[in-house]
């Protein structure tokens, strides 16, 4: 089991600065989640474990919203869950292997009877083309949404889009933090902040030569 730290900050994104999207309509994550990053509870998985992180923090939501009851589980449980359903071979347990999209829908249908759309992307450009689907997510599911390219993970928390110019910035929560649980730090090192794909100095955020893979968990139809 997992050691219960001291408890994890919740809704980091209130408070931070706007996006500079010009007439954008903001949608965001609807109710509470936990930010987890790299390094929490004393365990080493810088380098490799962001898309773990990535979801913890979509479980984390699954919980706080009582979709389910279960602990939000560690690294290797979750390494565990893919060997159990037959996807990795035991030897992954107790690996630093990266897991991408594919294996967090799979972990979200075992442990949680959750099931999640797919978005691939050929390369980080074409993301802003996805901004109305994903302003959509937002509006009728409310889930974080993993974002995988190369070798990295992102969590999504929002939207701004301008659908008449195109403009459009993403909310990212980045598990590639290594400090402490300061949310002064984390707002003003930006690893909560909006993201435009291309920022004022012209450096792309999302990476042209990656393709990426989005995952968008769909909240569980409740009688």
Known sequence: MRQKGPSLLQEVHIGIPGSGVS???VS???GSYEYYHYL???FDDSGWGCAYRSLQTIISWFRLQKYTSIDVPSHREIQETLVEIGDKEPSFVGSR???GAIELSFVLDKLLGVSCKVINVRSGAELPEKCRELAMHF???GTPIMIGGGVLAYTLLGIDYNEVSGDCAFLILDPHYTGTDDH???INGGWCGWKKAVD???KNFFLHD???NLLLPQRPDMV
């Open 40 to 42: 929490q509870d004393g």
């Open 184 to 186: 002064k730090k984390i």
């Open 200 to 202: 004022s100095k012209g």
């Open 97 to 99: 292997e990266w897991i």
């Open 139 to 141: 509006e009728t599911q």
């Open 28 to 30: 965001l994550v609807q």
């Open 210 to 212: 990656k393709f990426y």
């Open 23 to 25: 007439g954008g309509i």
